[in-house]
Nanobody, 124 residues
Framework: VQLQASGGGLVQAGGSLRLSCAAS????????IGWFREAPGKTREGISC?????????YYAESVKGRFTISSDYAKNTVYLQMNSLKPEDTADYYC?????????????????WGQGTQVTVSS
């Protein structure tokens, strides 16, 4: 499956953005999807993920818990990341990733397929 992330942009602190991860060349059926981010000079970190099918368990990194929400619309083969109350430290390139497994994990090595990044910049 190929992944396409979109929705990044420039926003002021306290604002919101919604990122989308769309599948092409296949569907998300059976795939767990994760969102990662990579800030300049930092390693890529997992921030949220959602399991597939009936096990749509979600996980969040502590740094985004209560502010970000992951959701899926499998009819559209799209997973969303709603980001509210954005902070300057949320500035990063955001990536979505997929693994053909019902449960997810925030570890980078868990995922097999990666999309290109979409840039998010939060100004203070």
């Amino acid at each position: 499956v190929q992944l396409q992330a979109s929705g990044g942009g420039l926003v002021q602190a306290g604002g919101s953005l919604r990122l989308s991860c769309a599948a092409s060349g296949g569907t998300f059926d059976g795939y767990a999807i994760g969102w990662f981010r990579e800030a300049p000079g930092k390693t890529r970190e997992g921030i949220s993920c959602i399991g597939s099918g009936g096990d749509a368990t979600t996980y969040y990194a502590e740094s985004v818990k209560g502010r970000f929400t992951i959701s899926s619309d499998y009819a559209k083969n799209t997973v969303y990341l709603q980001m509210n109350s954005l902070k300057p430290e949320d500035t990063a390139d955001y990536y979505c990733a997929a693994v053909l497994f019902p449960r997810c994990h925030l570890g980078r090595s868990w995922f097999d397929y990666w999309g290109q990044g979409t840039q998010v910049t939060v100004s203070s």
